[in-house]
């Protein structure tokens, strides 16, 4: 009598475990696609703001000046962002 009590007791822990697992489980996998989604689009920004960083300026005023390094700073705050969260995304078995 107290095996099937005990059985039934943890059986149900058991279920009740698998579900959160499974739930956060799905959590962590939308929450890293979304990241893997956003740093597509970083990357593409990125490229663009590279882009138009090589570009001559014509304009000598000091505030096009200082909105053109606030514009690199950024980028580069950009980039240490993207790759700070994708170091830690394995690429397959090799990197585990």
Same mark, same amino acid.
């Given at each position: 009598?107290?095996? +099937? ?11 009740? #475990? #698998? ?13 890293? +696609?979304?990241? @893997?989604? #956003?740093?597509?689009?970083?990357? +593409?920004? %990125? =490229? ?6 090589? &570009? ?8 096009? &000046? =200082?909105?053109?390094?606030?514009? +690199?700073?950024? &980028?580069?705050?950009? %980039? @240490?962002?993207?790759?700070?969260? #994708? ?10």
């Amino acid at each position: 009598m107290i095996l +099937e009590v005990s059985l039934g007791i943890l059986g149900l822990c058991f279920i009740v #475990s #698998s579900y959160y697992c499974f739930k956060f489980a799905m959590t962590i996998l939308k929450v890293q +696609e979304a990241v @893997e989604t #956003s740093l597509d689009v970083i990357e +593409e920004k %990125h =490229q663009n703001i590279s882009e138009i960083l090589t &570009r001559p300026l014509f304009f000598e005023n000091a505030e096009v &000046r =200082q909105v053109l390094k606030d514009i +690199e700073s950024t &980028r580069s705050a950009i %980039h @240490e962002i993207a790759y700070s969260l #994708s170091k830690n995304f394995s690429a397959g078995p090799e990197n585990e």
